[in-house]
């Protein structure tokens, strides 16, 4: 299969500055699209934003302007900055990635993974 690990969460001011990173391995074959989500207590995890393989990108309207997803396709890697940051952009933000691997040799299966999720608090 395909794991995920995330880092660089932490607490910053409101106004302040954050980026998150994640790492794709495993027995990868393609990967199409790569994303972040992001849950607060209580509430439903939802998207952030989204990076396909051709590096189109999809935003929450809370997060436009503020938040850059990128992506380095040679090393599976996806990064988010996060500038601006407010109080409401305090969640667990996960790491999302689907696409193919090698299940077998010669034989590739989709797969759709997460990370085990980083804590971003913003204090105000």
């Known amino acids: 299969q395909v794991q995920l690990v995330e880092s660089g969460g932490g607490l910053v001011q409101a106004g302040g500055s954050l980026r998150l990173s994640c790492a794709a391995s495993g027995s990868i074959f393609s990967i199409k699209n790569m994303g972040w989500y992001r849950q607060a207590p209580g509430k439903q995890r939802e998207l952030v934003a989204v990076i396909t393989s051709g590096l189109s990108t999809n935003y929450a309207d809370s997060v436009k302007g503020r938040f850059t997803i990128s992506r380095d396709n040679a090393k599976n890697t996806v990064s988010l900055q996060m500038n601006s940051l407010k109080p409401e952009d305090t969640a667990v933000y996960y790491c999302?990635?689907?696409?193919?691997?090698?299940?077998?040799?010669?034989?590739?299966?989709?797969?759709?993974?997460w990370g085990q999720g980083t804590q971003v608090t913003v204090s105000s």
């Open positions: 999302n990635a689907d696409g193919t691997y090698y299940s077998a040799p010669y034989y590739v299966s989709d797969f759709r993974s």
